[in-house]
């Protein structure tokens, strides 16, 4: 597990190489709201060992948080969309869900605006997929969200909350707090 010097030197190397990401935002502002919040660190600590290669990102609304910026979906697959929908399996049902593990790291899904937002600055998931926070009027209904991009673009989809599959996984978030 990498501790926090190693994981500040790693993605201040990545927020230095992804300017494009976080224009206008200098690094020390992010480190010193990184440390003021040692919550916050073990949090990017667990998404980097789950590979997900988090990166602050700005997002056109004003909000600023490290995303999950690996090419493909993280490890953390093979999920499906909420607890409900887990329990409520009758066949084979995952270890966990993706809300579950976000709930317990204190993280959060993106939102459909943020992964098309991420998708308009990198080229992500191109082979796998993503949950991705659900409004309540579809999850009510058995439905949740995911993307993918194809086609040189982002594609939002439905599936049932209770599905899994080895390709989908999903990509967290955690805000910064200035």
Known sequence: MKKHNEILTIIKE????????HPNISWSDIEDSILKNNNVLDIIIKLENDGGEPDVISFPNGKIAFVDMVKESPNRRSFCYDEDARIKRK?????NSAWGYARALGARLINEEEYIYIQSLDDLDLKSSSWIDTPDYIRNLGGALFGDKRYKRAF???NGADSYYSSRGFRLCVDIIK
């Open 14 to 21: 990545r927020f230095e190489n992804n300017i494009e990401r």
């Open 156 to 158: 939002i989809y439905h």
């Open 91 to 95: 066949k084979f049902p995952p270890e």
